[in-house]
């Protein structure tokens, strides 16, 4: 299982937690994963997220790999100017 | 072929360097072709008619008359677009108008004409029957529950009741517990900031020039930050196939993040459809200020704890941003930064979006990080004050560093932060002596930076020179630095190697040139193709040898045999193999497709001296200094170009820059003369100093540079100003007026 | 419509040209003549993209009248360079990095030339206040100052 932050208006979406746990080793199973155990967020999962994998942003790369020990972090959709 | 691809410290021979950029005889001789300046036969002028009101439905548009003037060869209106797919509904809606006007400047119709003139002449003949509706232009008031609605029943899911339907949506970061972390504090600081919409101001005006045949294939040449979004757009909203339209980028006059998003461009194909003829089309400046742009104008509530020794023990935020017509307000981007440079046990952010009676926000330069870092670096000056503690001392004990769970989750690997704090403490600008009625402020800021879809292709010429082609507009001086980055790996002088922007038909998908990505992607992308096409050289070595292609490597510009078993050959250079390409398998190239994730964030602080007139409220810039960690500088001078325009576009928001509107909704100041950017006699030189922590994410450590430098201004110019004055200002810009309200306000009370 | 013709002198070469009453000199050096090393930035002489000189006075071309260069003498960006040798403030500029996005810079670079020519040792409080009506949104001003005193230096040396 992996631990995943999610941060603070998405909890009323996940219980009130603001980690939970899925069963995932890529970025796409965890977004799967995400969908599956908590219906809420699938609103703002279709809109668009970045997450961050030890410190390192991404945004798409669904078969980034991911572990156990990783600090998984959702974040807004990033954009720049 | 044995690739170094650690993480070590290595020596540079290029990249570092300064040479000359390899479309600078271009841009100083008038050559350089940007939006304006592309013409096609036969072509004919696109004009647009823009709303007069700032909220009006628009009942019935009347084109007949327009229509039968001489020389008039097509107009489109709303009507001509039919059904768009959502993800594009709101972008055409921006570029031309649906049932309602939403603000000052809105287009509603267009023409294309044999000439400018008669163009300007069949706008006035187009009948509008507008519903005028009321409007609002303020972020508070658009809140209420009483407010007109620009767009009923979009409401995200994440409002809590009791707001006006104008508030989109909501986002929430943090962790601790704040009422613990206020409980902690000697003093905590409680106030309300504002801050005004400013517009990119980039000189160069938007422009296009648009052609489609009745094949249903279409060119596009256009100024913009993104040629490949600017496909995919206009794609999308026309209901071509992607590969049907080539977009061609011009030059580009600016963006700032403008020009990251289509206004001109589905109109002028629209019309080209059916003029069949080419059409071009350039905004003029009021058009520009009326219609594109702007960032969003704030009202930000803050609140933060500090014990007498300088620790911050909790930081809260509320920030409430207006962005315009339609949702997608940086409000989120300004929520994750606001308290980014600290390492807080107890912090939250609240954002609201808010859409109002006025032209879209477009992202602007670290988009919506500026506002908030002006909020909190001035509620933390204030409380170090307070304490009589040295502003920098503060920063530092509370800095974040690697290690840090930054205030938006993650944890921070080894960021630049404290380097830039430690060297404006050790420069001699922050010890030199203030005078009267001066003031000297410091503020950090942060931004994310990103990576993102990026294709180049190197290519090898017979003769032995290399071309690069990538995918993103030169902005700023990119060029220069692909063209370093691909020398340095290949070990062969800079002006053997020429890069080039090409068009859509030649390259995949490129992200939008934004989020300071293009050095740290491009380059990133650049360094693994001229990569591949060094593994191809050795390769081909190899085959002449006769040897195997692990026993060859690549060192200064030429294969060289490697290994004991590798056997005695003379190196081939680069010029060398090319020359023999065809005989040893075809032309050479190299190629880099990728996503490119892992882009580091990026820190900076600024330090400045002003001066306030007492009698008048003016503010001089007296000395400005910029610290900024790059990851490692391609071209510092460059880079130095980056600290210091994001310095002085700070500066104009500081002081001058603002949307106004008066009371009908109009914006009252669509032009260069009352929309007052910063000039050359209101500045001083801006002095920086480049901190070098690698990126690890990055071959050469290269971070992205372009944004970070224009979120610290507001916050350390206010302080600067604050502190000269004698007077907290907390609304922006400090124009003269307010700060002398403030001060004749302080001495009255 | 009735277009006016016009005789005049472009950096140098016999011109003549056919324009409407309203159009600028900038409508005709870009749209007419092909020059569009000018650059129309706002249209109202704020921005100062469209320097020229006109009779060695320098003006911004969009607030002039095409009809008005009849026997005047026009300079333009395009003019600045002597065949392939670039005017010295052309190579300051690139060698210091004093511009970006490059669309201010042809208009700054005509309006430094024409203060260079009257003034050949400018304070760095004259650049800056002769440069006041050029608005460069890229570079915070910061280069192009240097590189415009730097230019000036050189000149001093050389005459």
């Known amino acids: 299982m992996v631990k995943v932050r999610v941060w603070g208006s998405l909890a009323e979406f996940t219980e009130g937690q603001t980690e939970v746990e899925i069963k995932a080793t890529t970025l796409r199973e965890l977004l799967d994963g995400l969908a599956g155990e908590y219906p809420g967020l699938r609103p703002q999962l279709e809109r668009g997220i970045s997450v961050a994998i030890d410190g390192r942003v991404y945004n798409d790369s669904w078969f980034t790999p991911i572990s156990e020990e990783s600090e998984v972090v959702l974040l807004r959709r990033l954009k720049g100017g | 072929m044995a690739l170094d691809h650690s993480d070590k410290p290595r020596t540079f021979k290029v990249v570092g360097t300064r040479p000359p950029r390899p479309d600078g005889i271009d841009k100083v001789t008038g050559r350089a072709r940007f939006g304006a300046d592309i013409v096609a036969p036969g072509m004919l002028t696109g004009r647009v008619l823009r709303s007069p009101h700032a909220h009006a439905r628009i009942v019935k548009i009347d084109t007949s008359k327009a229509r039968a003037l001489p020389g008039v060869k097509a107009v489109v209106t709303r009507a001509d677009f039919g059904a768009v797919p959502e993800d594009v509904a709101d972008v055409i809606d921006n570029c031309m108008a649906g049932d309602k006007a939403l603000y000052d400047g809105h287009a509603v119709a267009a023409v294309a004409a044999s000439s400018a003139a008669v163009a300007r002449k069949a706008l006035r003949l187009i009948d509008v029957d507008y519903e005028v509706l009321p409007h609002v232009t303020d972020v508070d008031a658009a809140m209420k529950p009483d407010a007109p609605v620009l767009h009923a029943g979009r409401q995200e899911e994440t409002v809590p009741e009791g707001y006006s339907q104008n508030v989109m949506s909501r986002v929430e970061f943090g962790h601790g517990d704040i009422d613990k972390g206020l409980a902690e504090a000697d003093r905590v600081v409680e106030r309300t900031y504002r801050t005004g919409a400013t517009h990119q101001g980039y000189i160069e005006p938007h422009a296009c020039l648009a052609t489609m045949g009745p094949d249903g294939q279409a060119d596009l040449w256009c100024c913009t930050q993104g040629h490949y979004m600017v496909r995919n757009t206009c794609a999308a909203i026309l209901g071509m196939e992607q590969g049907q339209l080539r977009v061609t980028a011009s030059e580009i006059g600016g963006g700032f993040g403008g020009k990251t998003v289509v206004f001109l461009e589905p109109v002028a194909l629209m019309l080209s459809k059916l003029a069949g003829r080419p059409v071009k089309m350039v905004m003029s400046r009021s058009e520009v200020l009326r219609a594109t742009g702007p960032t969003s104008s704030t009202s930000i509530d803050v609140k933060i704890g500090m014990t007498k020794d300088g620790r911050i023990t909790a930081g809260f935020a509320q920030l409430r941003y207006q962005g315009g017509a339609y949702p997608g307000s940086p409000v989120d981007m300004g929520s994750m930064s606001a308290f980014a440079p600290y390492d807080l046990e107890n912090v939250k952010t609240v954002g609201f979006d808010v859409v109002t009676n006025r032209p879209k926000a477009a992202a602007y330069r670290a988009p919506g990080a500026p506002m908030a870092a002006f909020a909190v670096e001035s509620a933390i000056d204030e409380l170090a004050k307070g304490f009589d503690l040295d502003p920098l001392e503060v920063r530092l004990k509370n800095a974040a560093r690697e290690g840090t769970v930054a205030s938006y989750g993650p944890t921070f690997p080894a960021i630049g932060l404290e380097a830039t704090l430690e060297a404006a403490k050790a420069h001699p600008h922050w010890t030199a002596p203030l005078g009267e009625n001066q003031g000297r402020g410091v503020a950090c800021g942060f931004w994310f930076n990103f990576g993102g879809d990026t294709c180049v292709t190197l290519n090898v010429t017979p003769d032995g020179t290399v071309t690069v082609s990538e995918g993103n507009p030169d902005i700023g001086g990119s060029r220069a630095s692909m063209t370093m980055m691909a020398a340095e790996e290949l070990g062969i002088p800079y002006d053997r190697v020429r890069t080039i922007i090409a068009d859509t038909g030649a390259l995949g998908q490129n992200e939008v040139t934004d989020g300071s990505r293009v050095t740290f992607a491009v380059g990133l992308a650049t360094i693994e193709a001229a990569r591949n096409a060094k593994r191809e050289m050795c390769k081909r070595a190899a085959m002449i040898w006769g040897i195997d292609e692990e026993a060859v490597e690549w060192v200064d510009g030429a294969a060289r045999p490697a290994g004991p078993n590798a056997g005695k050959h003379d190196p081939m250079t680069l010029k060398e193999i090319a020359a023999i390409a065809s005989n040893t398998g075809g032309p050479i190239a190299g190629h880099y497709e990728v996503n490119a994730e892992g882009a580091g964030v990026s820190f900076g602080t600024h330090m400045v001296d002003v001066e306030v007139d007492p009698d008048t409220g003016a503010t001089k810039i007296l000395r400005y200094t910029v610290f900024q960690d790059a990851g490692k500088a391609v071209h510092p001078a460059y880079v130095e170009g980056q600290f210091q325009g994001g310095a002085v576009q700070g500066i104009g928001w500081a002081l001058n820059e603002e949307y106004i509107y008066g009371e009908d909704g109009i914006l009252q100041n669509a032009g260069f003369l009352d929309y007052r950017i910063p000039v050359a006699s209101d500045l001083p030189m801006i002095d920086t100093v480049i901190l070098e922590i690698a990126n690890p994410g990055h071959p050469y450590g290269v971070r992205g540079v372009g944004e970070t430098p224009i979120v610290p201004p507001l916050a350390a110019i206010a302080n600067a100003v604050s502190e000269a004055a004698g007077v907290r200002m907390t609304d922006l810009p400090m124009s003269p007026p307010r700060v002398l309200a403030a001060i004749q306000g302080q001495k009255g009370g | ?159």
């Not at chain 3, 003034?119 to 001003?141: F, M």
């Open chain 3, 1 to 159: 419509m009735s277009q006016i013709h016009v005789t005049t002198s472009i950096n140098g070469d016999a011109t003549e040209f056919l324009c409407e009453a309203e159009d600028t000199l900038l409508d005709v050096l870009r749209d007419r003549l092909g020059m569009t090393g000018s650059k129309e930035g706002c249209g109202t002489g704020d921005c100062g993209a469209c320097s020229v000189t006109v009779d060695g006075r320098l003006v911004c071309s969009c607030l002039m009248l095409g009809a008005e260069a009849e026997g005047r003498e026009v300079t333009t960006i395009e003019g600045m360079a002597t065949g392939d040798r670039l005017h010295p403030l052309q190579e300051k500029f690139i060698e210091m990095a004093a511009l970006q996005c490059g669309i201010c810079t042809p208009g700054i670079l005509v309006a430094a030339k024409s203060l260079l020519e009257k003034n050949p040792d400018p304070s760095e409080e004259e650049v800056r206040y002769w440069l006041a009506g050029n608005l460069c949104r890229c570079t915070g001003y910061d280069k192009i100052i240097r590189a415009v005193m730097d230019t000036a230096a050189d000149l001093r040396r050389a005459s």
